[in-house]
């Protein structure tokens, strides 16, 4: 593979950017790999484990000479972060993200930047409920879609060389508008985890069934209501009230279809209920389809998920 950046800067070392660094590093895409994490125990946990080349203890002098800088932190704090490395940023370098909502992080972080570098959001639909530096592993890409949002006018020399990284990291690649992003997924991902979060509420709530049943007896679909509820807090809070419009439509739509339901388990009606399974059955089938799961019931808790 050949090597797209000379440098590339990693802010934030959670799952994505632990797994950015090796995914990297299997291919060769990059000459060097340096890395800033806010925490100075992650800092250390970095080290110990030979995540990047080179870990900074100053943000600043991280993104000093990069030709890439990717923001791995939290959406919520993502402008703060631009703010401090804006007058610190190469100029000519690109400025990336793996944000899940776009339209706030342009909005947050674009202002920040200088004209002389380019500024391409991105959001790889990848990850597992478990977080930190040692989360990491370099196949959490392959075959999955990393979706490219940049602004008008952004260098296509620029978008092509991020668009070689992410296709050498394994991913499948496309660009989309921020507003298009936000809502499709609201659909795919945000709404099903506030779902799921609910979900386990409830159960959590339920005085009539007390919590080791809840835990012996879960079928696969509990099961994976709390695999999606493990995911990390600070995240998932910041999504929702990034992207409340979207998410607040879609939840709308849900409510709605929800009702629907509920009136024909009241009202016996079987034929409405078998013709909404049939439907959405069809749906699983085109996602395993599509290369984007498969069949076999143990998904998502292989070995690298540390299951």
């Given at each position: 593979?050949?090597?797209?950046?000379?440098?590339?800067?990693?802010?934030?070392?959670?799952?994505?950017?632990?797994?950015?660094?090796?995914?990297?590093?299997?291919?060769?895409?990059?000459?060097?790999?340096?890395?800033?994490?806010?925490?100075?125990?992650?800092?250390?946990?970095?080290?110990?484990?030979?995540?990047?080349?080179?870990?900074?203890?100053?943000?600043?002098?991280?993104?000093k000479d990069a030709d890439?800088?990717?923001?791995?932190?939290?959406?919520?704090?993502?402008?703060?972060?631009?703010?401090?490395?804006?007058?610190?940023?190469?100029?000519?370098?690109?400025?990336?993200?793996?944000?899940?909502?776009?339209?706030?992080?342009?909005?947050?972080?674009?202002?920040?930047?200088?004209?002389?570098?380019?500024?391409?959001?991105?959001?790889?639909?990848?990850?597992?409920?478990?977080?930190?530096?040692?989360?990491?592993?370099?196949?959490?890409?392959?075959?999955?879609?990393?979706?490219?949002?940049?602004?008008?006018?952004?260098?296509?020399?620029?978008?092509?060389?991020?668009?070689?990284?992410?296709?050498?990291?394994?991913?499948?690649?496309?660009?989309?508008?921020?507003?298009?992003?936000?809502?499709?997924?609201?659909?795919?991902?945000?709404?099903?985890?506030?779902?799921?979060?609910?979900?386990?509420?409830?159960?959590?709530?339920?005085?009539?069934?007390?919590?080791?049943?809840?835990?012996?007896?879960?079928?696969?679909?509990?099961?994976?209501?709390?695999?999606?509820?493990?995911?990390?807090?600070?995240?998932?809070?910041?999504?929702?009230?990034?992207?409340?419009?979207?998410?607040?439509?879609?939840?709308?739509?849900?409510?709605?279809?929800?009702?629907?339901?509920?009136?024909?388990?009241?009202?016996?009606?079987?034929?409405?209920?078998?013709?909404?399974?049939?439907?959405?059955?069809?749906?699983?089938?085109?996602?395993?389809?599509?290369?984007?799961?498969?069949?076999?019931?143990?998904?998502?808790?292989?070995?690298k998920d540390g299951e």
């Open positions: 593979m050949t090597k797209v950046y000379d440098r590339v800067a990693l802010i934030g070392l959670g799952l994505i950017a632990s797994s950015m660094f090796w995914a990297m590093k299997r291919s060769g895409l990059a000459g060097e790999v340096v890395g800033f994490a806010r925490s100075a125990e992650t800092r250390d946990t970095a080290r110990k484990i030979g995540l990047c080349d080179h870990v900074y203890d100053d943000v600043k002098e991280a993104v890439l800088v990717v923001l791995c932190v939290p959406v919520g704090v993502m402008g703060t972060v631009a703010a401090e490395i804006a007058g610190s940023l190469k100029a000519g370098a690109t400025v990336s993200d793996v944000g899940s909502v776009k339209q706030d992080v342009i909005q947050s972080v674009g202002p920040h930047l200088p004209d002389n570098v380019h500024f391409i959001p991105a959001h790889p639909l990848a990850g597992t409920e478990h977080s930190g530096p040692e989360a990491g592993f370099a196949e959490l890409f392959d075959n999955r879609w990393c979706l490219l949002v940049p602004a008008e006018n952004t260098s296509t020399d620029a978008i092509a060389q991020l668009r070689a990284l992410w296709e050498g990291m394994g991913s499948n690649v496309e660009e989309m508008d921020a507003e298009h992003h936000d809502l499709v997924l609201a659909v795919t991902s945000h709404a099903p985890h506030l779902i799921a979060y609910t979900m386990v509420g409830v159960a959590d709530d339920l005085g009539r069934v007390t919590d080791g049943e809840v835990i012996k007896y879960s079928a696969a679909g509990f099961r994976d209501f709390t695999r999606i509820a493990a995911s990390d807090p600070t995240m998932w809070r910041d999504v929702f009230l990034s992207n409340k419009e979207a998410t607040l439509e879609i939840l709308g739509r849900f409510t709605e279809e929800l009702f629907a339901l509920q009136r024909a388990i009241r009202t016996g009606d079987g034929d409405h209920l078998f013709d909404y399974f049939t439907r959405t059955r069809a749906i699983r089938r085109g996602i395993i389809e599509a290369g984007q799961d498969t069949a076999a019931p143990n998904f998502g808790r292989g070995a």
